[in-house]
């Protein structure tokens, strides 16, 4: 008999929590299903050559290669062609708001199970308004668990919609390579410390923060740091002080050479806190306050009950001081026997389990029509404030055009989408970084499928063209 295709997608979160939680998932699905993941973090790119799993990019609503409205029918058309092309049982979404394109997909084809992995610890955001009507469209809810569930007094943490499993991570002990193996595979010297360091750039409060970090470091002997992005603001100028050791490294999954560190410096992400803590790694964390989740609740409880220690976010004094900690060798060992208490991360397991079960229930659900209005009609309201702001500056800017019109405009071309299926980890993050709409194919794709696909793209994209002012 052959094994259900179940469907990953995730959105284009803060970090790499969503994808990472659905690659841990997809894994434990390998042996009983064919997980394909799609997602509109850069992120996928790692994955096809890890995993070989097959996926899919989808560029999110970010890029801005269309209106809000046209990507919300896009995102539902690709869904609904890769469901037709791969005969998917079940779709699962893993990110904080489900999109009206993910839901309508759902409403399209009632045959077609729609779990929402929903994370805890949710800051007070205004997504909690809708959260019971996105409920009711869904056949199941999951709630990956959290080592800090205790301190969640967030808008999901009362209600009793969902099925709560273990923590999901990446991290396996019988998987993750030895000290000297991860270290051989990230290339650094044996003998000599080494810390990790994970945290944002971007803007300055961020960038602030990697530097303050940073600067705990200095005057730890023979220190190597290992960073896995440049520490570069967005005008090429250095963030590191000088007399640190540092080097950037690309290894995914991180997780499987965690051993290779003696001391971390993380935000408080889902994913970052249930990996270096299962992987014994000392670690500080320094939050970030953006989004929907309470990294700041994950942290004080990390710290409050020993497991790790957490630097004021907003102090950078503070970070500086308190990464220094873990220049002490007992506070380090402290940290790492305390972790060793932290229970198993069986929670992708749990989860591929519920999925699959649902490929084998025959009954079907009919489209919840009336619901799917009223989610719709909520969705657009709480735009609406935005849509009155943007009227009104599209208003002033149409004005200033009129008194000051351009002298000269030429109408030229675009270049069209490019279409492919890559699965290589370079050339993917490449395209999918390129100003040029990518349209990326699973593997093995059918020319009906590849055709259903350009025809999307061009009603997504419309008339490829542009004006150049002169």
């Known amino acids: 008999m052959s094994k259900p295709t179940i469907i990953l997608a995730t959105s284009n979160g803060v970090g790499m929590g969503h994808l990472a939680r659905a690659s841990a998932v997809a894994l434990a699905l390998k042996p009983v299903a064919n997980p394909i993941i799609v997602s509109m973090a850069g992120g996928i790119a790692e994955i096809p050559s890890f995993m070989g799993i097959r996926c899919e990019y989808i560029p999110g609503r970010d890029r801005l290669w269309m209106s809000r409205e046209k990507w919300d029918a896009y995102l539902r058309d690709r869904l609904l062609a890769l469901v037709d092309e791969t005969d998917a049982k079940v779709l699962s979404f893993d990110g904080v708001v489900p999109y009206p394109g993910v839901i309508a997909a759902r409403n399209a084809n009632p045959k077609l199970k729609l779990v929402w992995v929903r994370r805890g610890l949710w800051q007070k955001k205004p997504q909690r308004f809708i959260l019971g009507l996105q409920a009711k469209m869904m056949d199941a809810i999951v709630e990956p668990g959290d080592i800090a569930r205790a301190y969640d007094f967030g808008p999901t943490s009362k209600r009793n919609d969902s099925v709560l499993t273990s923590p999901v991570s990446l991290f396996r002990k019988e998987d993750a390579l030895s000290r000297e193996d991860a270290r051989k595979a990230l290339g650094l010297d044996q003998n000599r410390p080494v810390a990790l360091v994970q945290l944002g750039t971007g803007d300055s409060d961020v960038n602030h923060k990697m530097t303050a970090a940073l600067e705990g470091l200095l005057g730890w002997k023979d220190l190597q740091v290992i960073l896995t992005k440049a520490p570069i603001d967005k005008d090429g100028n250095s963030l590191a002080p000088e007399g640190l050791d540092i080097k950037v490294a690309r290894y995914f999954p991180l997780a499987k050479v965690l ?212």
């Not at 007992?330 to 790492?336: M, P, T």
């Not at 599209?394 to 000051?404: E, H, P, Q, S, T």
């Not at 349209?439 to 994209?461: D, L, M, Q, W």
């Open 259 to 470: 051993h290779a560190f003696d001391a971390g410096i993380c935000a408080t992400g889902y994913n970052g806190v249930h990996e270096l803590l299962p992987a014994q790694v000392p670690t500080v964390f320094v939050s970030n306050i953006r989004g929907t989740d309470d990294q700041e609740a994950r942290a004080r409880w990390c710290h409050d009950f020993g497991y790790a220690l957490r630097a004021d976010q907003a102090d950078l004094a503070d970070i500086t001081k308190t990464v220094k900690k873990l220049q002490d060798p007992q506070i380090r060992a402290g940290l790492s026997a305390k972790c060793a208490e932290l229970p198993n991360t069986t929670g992708g397991q749990e989860i591929a389990d519920m999925l699959f079960a649902l490929t084998k229930q025959q009954s079907a659900q009919q489209a919840k029509l009336l619901t799917f209005k009223r989610l719709m009609i909520q969705d657009h309201f709480n735009r609406g404030l935005r849509h009155v702001a943007n009227l009104g500056l599209r208003r002033v800017a149409l004005v200033y055009r009129f008194i000051n019109p351009h002298k000269d405009v030429q109408i030229i071309k675009e270049e069209p989408p490019v279409f492919g299926d890559s699965t290589d980890s370079a050339e993917l993050q490449k395209l999918i970084k390129s100003p040029v709409r990518f349209e990326h194919f699973i593997t093995g794709a059918s020319p009906a499928y590849v055709a259903k696909r350009k025809e999307i793209a061009n009603t997504a994209y419309g008339e490829l063209v542009e004006n150049i002012k002169k």
